[in-house]
């Protein structure tokens, strides 16, 4: 009898491509996401999988959504940094306090394993070293951050008091196809989307921010292992350990890919931290990782692939 995996948060850029690779290994996949979701990123997969449209802050939708399973995953986010910083109330009401109830759930039901995607980019705050490891000190400097590794905290104290079976991925900045081109993230496929249809491209700063970017299908693929390897870490920094500019995505796209690149850089933001770049030693040594998809090749990918279907 197949094992059967509860994505919440399924419909979203991670959870579709996570369906995928979770089909392809042999689980059965159950996607949870909000009332009337687009289907657009599953829309391939709605003929082998379960849906289940509900509330996250709903504790009996919740409930039902975890009968029969036997993994969980937690990708559920209602906010981003920029707009966590608004309403940090409301952050707290729709993120911590629904994620403190999952557990609950999880914790008188039969689920053997749940996985968590926290938030690389923003639990450390401004690093004191570079590359960042698990054992760097959190110091969040938004809403965002805060919450995250607020939800970590509570994920370790289960672990401990009811031995749950618990995984945390502090994801980088993930890329790749199913993204949103014309979203408030992931400036790889916004700036590709941008520039194929010759619009100006908004850089926040001078270009100069440095990030740790990781193709989806190497994220999906780490995660997917998560259920049939012991993690006994708990939590793993889940990047390239490589980092690159905004300027060096952009020096890339136009000396191979659009040439008549329009640029407006504006003032920097508060809540952007300068350099963000993981150690991923960790999580190396457990999952085995190697040959992670250089970024060269996933920004060529995907423009070929946006190229298609972008308007």
Known sequence: MKEKCLILGGAGFI????????????YEVRVFDIVGFSRKNIEEFV????????????????????????FVYHLISTTVPSSSQI???????????????LLELIKKSSVKKVVFLSSGGTVYGIPNEIPIKESHTTNPINSYGIVKKAIEDYF?????????DICVFRLSNPYGQKQNPKGIQGVIPVFLHKAINQETIEVWGDGNVIRDYIHIKDVTDIL??????????IIYNLGSGIGTSLNDILNYIKENLEPNLNVNYSEGRSFDVPVNILDITVLENRFGVENLMKISEGISNLYSHLKKIVV
């Open 15 to 26: 959870g579709a491509n996570l369906v995928g690779s979770l089909l392809k290994s042999g």
């Open 47 to 70: 003929n082998d999988i379960e849906i289940v449209e509900g509330d996250f802050n709903n504790l009996s939708q919740i409930q039902s959504a975890l009968r029969g399973v036997d």
């Open 87 to 101: 309403n940090p109330c409301f952050d707290i009401e729709s993120n911590l306090i629904p994620s403190l109830n």
């Open 156 to 164: 370790l104290l289960y672990n401990r008091l009811w031995n749950l």
């Open 224 to 233: 997917t292992m998560a259920l049939s390897i012991e993690t006994p870490e």
